[in-house]
Nanobody, 122 residues
Framework: EVRLVESGGGLVQAGGSLRLSCACS????????LGWFRQAPGKEREGISC????????YYADSVKGRFTISADNAKNTVYLQMNNLKPEDTAVYYC???????????????WGQGTQVTVSS
């Protein structure tokens, strides 16, 4: 059974930091691209960062570039999202996902976690 379990969300003041973790199981971790997505109330789910399966190259959406860092630990089957200088507009439910194609598009991912809430106060 494929499972992705996010953790690390919470309430933080603007300018603060959080690190999200996503523990993965049920698939060959280093053969999948991994992505982080978020969905704010009333908005569509958007891709913010992804990391490739091969060389773990990373991509960032403009909205998070320079503030967020994605990484993957193949030994722990875990993908991380380090979020620095958080802003109120980063408030959303954050999801990790695994897919066969390196992409920032939600439709390219077929395995999803349940999400973790991140709230940034001003």
């Amino acid at each position: 059974e494929v499972r992705l379990v996010e953790s690390g969300g919470g309430l933080v003041q603007a300018g603060g930091s959080l690190r999200l973790s996503c523990a993965c199981s049920g698939f060959i971790f280093d053969e999948y691209a991994l992505g982080w997505f978020r969905q704010a109330p009333g908005k569509e789910r958007e891709g913010i960062s992804c990391i490739s399966s091969s060389d773990r190259a990373a991509y960032y959406a403009d909205s998070v570039k320079g503030r967020f860092t994605i990484s993957a630990d193949n030994a722990k089957n875990t993908v991380y999202l380090q979020m620095n200088n958080l802003k109120p507009e980063d408030t959303a439910v954050y999801y990790c996902a695994a897919g066969e194609k390196y992409s920032i598009l939600t439709r390219q991912y077929n395995h999803w976690g349940q999400g973790t809430q991140v709230t940034v106060s001003s």
